[in-house]
């Protein structure tokens, strides 16, 4: 069966260690952009974050941010989906997190919201290129329904919220490890295989003709709804046990390669 949507993870999938997209990556990409294939970026990361990369790119096509809590056209902007997550639950995670005294950060219209800049808070700004908007305790408040929340903490603690979180939660809301030490909550019908379909079907393409790369926890469910579902040599042990296919890792050009092997060859 052809390939004719691909939808790729950005970090530690398309992105290598030093976030970049390597120019084998490009090319790949670029090559099958002019076979008539279309691909996407479907990532955790806000949109903003995202668009820079589909610009580099060269990509006219809507993209799946937020694990799917949005959908958003690169040139034109045009929302095709949005999903935040309800503001009483928010509320009621923001309230759990401050118990727990959890570091928390908040996403709403695009913008990064936190109690106050920190390790976290730089690291994330570092890495996504986003600035971090320091607002006291009026985060816990959340005067908007958030796109997403973000909980982050060390290995063990960032596996201790999800235990809470899912316990207390359970399937009112998605929650997602994507890093080690990053824990995603989103709406419970917004998660990167949902927003893959909803797009699929959108552009009259088929499961079967839908490759999804990725590696982390958030990647799972667009794993498992492709027809081709890629994982990263640096994947978790879940994503590897799902994934129909396995490619390079990160650092090796994992994406060129499924992409010049499934999608080119």
Known sequence: MT?????IDLDDTLLDSKLAVSPRACEAIRQAVAKGITVTIATGRMYCSALAYAKQLKLDVPLITYNGGLIKACLSGEVLMHRPVERELALAVLAL???????????????????????????????????????????????QAPTKMLIMSTEEGTKEAYRTVKEQFGDKLTMAISKPTFMEIT????????????????????????????????????????GWGVAMDNASAAVKAAARLGTLNNDADGVAEAIEKYALS
Do not use: F
């Open 3 to 7: 390939i004719k949507l691909i939808a």
């Open 97 to 143: 997190c401050r118990e727990n005294g959890w570091y928390i950060q908040t996403y709403i219209n695009d913008k990064l919201y936190v109690k106050e800049c920190n390790d976290y808070s730089s690291y994330y700004s570092r890495m996504s290129g986003a600035p971090a908007n320091a607002i006291g305790d009026r985060l816990y408040a959340a005067e």
């Open 187 to 226: 709406h419970p019908l917004a998660n990167k295989g949902l927003a893959l379909a909803y797009l699929a079907d959108k552009l009259g393409i088929k499961q079967e003709e839908v490759m999804a790369v990725g590696d982390s926890g958030n990647d799972l469910p667009m794993i498992q709804y492709a």
